[in-house]
């Protein structure tokens, strides 16, 4: 039962422009967020997180919105950099069960 | 501050045998959350530990278990391997873990491969 989903496996962008990765759950317990980084034979790096009571949470170049009505949330990253290039992870939790869903993640590429 | 560490990092076994995986949080932290990432089936929750207590569990079968000692490391223990255990098993150590919302910090993984 996949209750997080990523429906874009990959994306490519341009080096300069705006990442836009989407996410999306089913399950509205969920009220704690988060965006993690992996790269090739490493484990996942913490992003950014939101909680259930914002809609938006911004750390430098991400910003993370959620949008609880139409169960989405999104990540952008502002400018993309090549550094970026990784596979993105959405995850979702209710605090009261404590363990993170992830959804399928999408890979990103920046081209100069 | 160090990170989490995972020892070994890769790992093969063949079909039955059984293995042990060892993880080291970050110094403070008491919560360790242990994941499979398969290619198929992306990141999913085993079990977290708190405490030296098993506090939540995700849908493994019971070959799968794990334990914590008083130094919050964790290790977990697969027994009768068979063919799709093969992953990356990843550890995750947080403060107070996920019931508190703290933020999981991950390690970089053993990549069992059974034969």
């Known amino acids: 039962d996949q209750q997080v989903k990523q429906n874009s496996p990959s994306l490519s962008v341009q080096e300069g422009r705006i990442s836009i990765l989407n996410c999306d759950y089913t399950?509205?317990?969920?009220?704690?967020f988060l965006w993690y980084k992996k790269y090739p034979a490493e484990g996942p790096t913490f992003l950014i997180s939101?909680?259930?009571?914002?809609d938006k949470n911004e750390d430098g170049r991400f910003t993370v919105f959620l949008n609880k009505s139409a169960k989405h949330l999104s990540l952008h990253i502002v400018p993309s950099q090549p550094g970026d290039s990784a596979v993105y992870f959405c995850?979702?939790?209710?605090?009261?069960?404590?363990?993170?869903?992830f959804g399928a993640g999408t890979q990103v590429v920046v081209t100069p | 501050k160090a990170g989490v560490t995972q020892t070994p990092r890769y790992l093969i076994k063949t079909r039955g045998q059984q293995v042990t995986l060892s993880c080291s949080p970050i110094?403070?932290?008491?919560?360790v959350s242990w994941y499979q990432q398969t290619p198929g089936q992306g990141l999913q929750f085993l079990f977290e530990?708190?405490?030296?207590?098993?506090?939540n569990k995700g849908n493994f079968p019971g070959r799968f278990s794990g334990r914590q000692f008083s130094n919050s490391r964790s290790e977990m223990n697969v027994s009768t391997l068979e063919l799709g255990d093969s992953a990356l098993y990843l550890c995750?150590?947080?403060?107070?873990?996920?019931?508190?919302?703290?933020?999981?910090?991950f390690g970089p993984g053993t990549r069992l491969t059974v034969l």
């Open positions: 995850a979702a939790s209710r605090r009261s069960a404590g363990k993170l869903q």
């Open positions: 530990y708190f405490s030296e207590t098993q506090r």
């Open positions: 939101i909680s259930s009571i914002k």
């Open positions: 995750a150590s947080s403060l107070e873990g996920t019931l508190r919302g703290d933020t999981q910090y």
């Open positions: 110094s403070g932290h008491r919560s």
């Open positions: 399950n509205s317990m969920f009220d704690y």
